[in-house]
């Protein structure tokens, strides 16, 4: 298994630009999230999906988009980039699962809007 | 609303001194998961420990202890003779059960130097 995969693991875009960030889970967990980590603040949720075809907001939305249409992948999409989405992007997934709430992270992708 | 605090920022300690890392949550849900991860300078994050509101035991891995006190609201981290490579950012987490994660909350981090 390769657990959560991300790709690129670094980007660099200028202001406007657009691009997505692919996350891939090889597990067949019905849950992915997609987090971003800035100094001082943790990690917080962006958008999330429980399972194929069925995505949520996070706490940080604006700016990005989802869609998930398999289990397997769930790719974050930046419209139009701002200096502001500067930050360390972390996909992650977990089961649906009563026993269980751990997520399990992919390596992350480190962009810098410029 | 939930929230995870983590007064402490950085830490900083010479080897083998025992540390504690505080972590302080608010939930008004009955049930929910405590979590603690590592994530060292590589960057990649860990899951270290998993705790469920039912079960206030407190937990000893190797040098790694965790104390958690519902009455307080209190789930800390003790490493016992600290090591150069505990040095990371080490992030507590609060989740309802059966949600599968995506409504975990985090904590800022502590960051931990540990000197030789």
């Known amino acids: 298994n390769a657990g959560v995969t991300q790709t690129p693991k670094f980007q660099v875009l200028k202001t406007g630009q657009s691009m997505t960030l692919q996350c891939a889970q090889d597990m067949n ?7 971003r980590q800035d100094p001082g ?8 999906s429980v399972g194929a075809g069925i995505t949520d907001q996070g706490e940080v939305p604006n700016g990005y988009n989802v869609s998930r249409s398999t289990t397997e992948d769930f790719p974050l999409r930046l419209l139009s980039a701002a200096p ?25 992708t480190r962009l810098t809007v410029l | 609303a939930q929230k995870v605090t983590q007064a402490q920022t950085e830490i900083s ?11 302080v949550y608010e939930t008004r849900d009955t049930t929910y998961y405590l979590f603690w991860y590592k994530q060292p ?17 407190n937990e000893i891995s190797g040098r ?12 800390n981290f003790t490493i016992t003779a600290s090591q150069v490579v505990d040095s990371a950012v080490y992030f507590c987490a609060l989740s309802p059960l059966n949600t599968g994660g995506f409504k975990t909350i985090f904590g800022a981090g502590t960051r931990l130097f540990v000197k030789a």
């Open chain 1, 41 to 48: 603040m943790g990690l917080r949720l962006i958008h999330y």
């Open chain 1, 84 to 108: 502001s989405q500067t930050s360390v992007y972390f996909c992650a997934s977990s089961y649906r699962s009563e026993l269980y709430n751990e997520q399990f992270f992919g390596p992350g």
């Open chain 2, 41 to 57: 300078p590589s960057g990649e994050l860990v899951f270290l420990i998993r705790r469920n509101s039912f079960d206030e035991q």
């Open chain 1, 29 to 35: 967990h019905e849950y992915m999230s997609w987090y």
């Open chain 2, 64 to 75: 790694y202890s965790w104390n958690f006190q519902k009455s307080t609201s209190s789930f």
């Open chain 2, 13 to 23: 300690v010479v080897e083998k001194e025992d540390v504690t890392l505080d972590c």
